[in-house]
């Protein structure tokens, strides 16, 4: 891995993805459970949750990478925009920096929803282990 | 909310959680699931994977705030020792500042596994909606 190499991988935010969200962490706050709640506070519908974006850099991290050995150090999200159910996220991350005494590669990152909307943007940095 | 005021809350991480994070997420890198793989790499066994902290953190600001119309804003982890299966977290967070102007508080937390082993800190910014 060098600085500059880029990645890009797609997402969907599925129901399985969703509900398998609650069953595990039971987050059941109405903005993301409560169709009106939401509505009234101006979303579209009920909010995804934020760490479902986690999980897909989770899933990044651990699958998407040339390598194998590796194990997250520190993650920075920002949220810009709200994700819904059944959006489709395309992840795009590219390696800002390689700091090669200490095995770490920092990278940063952001989340699309059709068209070109940036959702989420934030920095990962990775431990070669 | 205001300046200074605290909270705790007890996670575990379970298998429930753990095989539910690998189900839905479809990380499956040999860290988190490999035991022999982990034990090379000089862990004690599978390493928990850091977005189930994050998972915790989606449930902390959900439910345990004492309003339920917040939005997490952004997030900060920073990893610094392994979590393994079944390890019991105490949860650590405190206001560090309100933005009344744009309804935002931001959160300073940490998780600690026992005894007194810091696992993992970082920042949240709670949108107030």
Same mark, same amino acid.
Request: with cysteine; glycine share 6%.
């Given at each position: ?51 479902? /974006? =986690? ?5 990044? %991290? ?7 050995? #590796?194990?997250? @150090? ?10 819904? /159910? =059944? ?5 795009? %991350? ?7 005494? #200490?095995?770490? @590669? ?24």
């Amino acid at each position: 891995m060098k600085k500059g190499d880029t990645f890009q991988h797609s997402f969907k935010v599925t129901e399985d993805i969703y509900k398998g969200f609650i069953d595990i962490f039971k987050d059941r706050n109405p903005l993301h459970t409560d169709a009106v709640f939401a509505k009234q506070k101006g979303f579209a519908g009920q909010v995804m949750f934020g760490n479902i /974006l =986690n999980g897909f850099i989770s899933y990044f %991290a651990g699958e998407c990478l040339p390598i194998k050995n #590796v194990m997250i @150090v520190s993650q920075e999200i920002k949220y810009s925009k709200p994700v819904y /159910l =059944n959006d489709e996220l395309e992840f795009y %991350a590219q390696i800002a920096d390689v700091f090669e005494s #200490v095995k770490l @590669v920092e990278i940063k990152y952001h989340f699309e929803k059709s068209p070109k909307v940036k959702v989420a943007q934030g920095k990962i940095q990775i431990g070669i282990i």
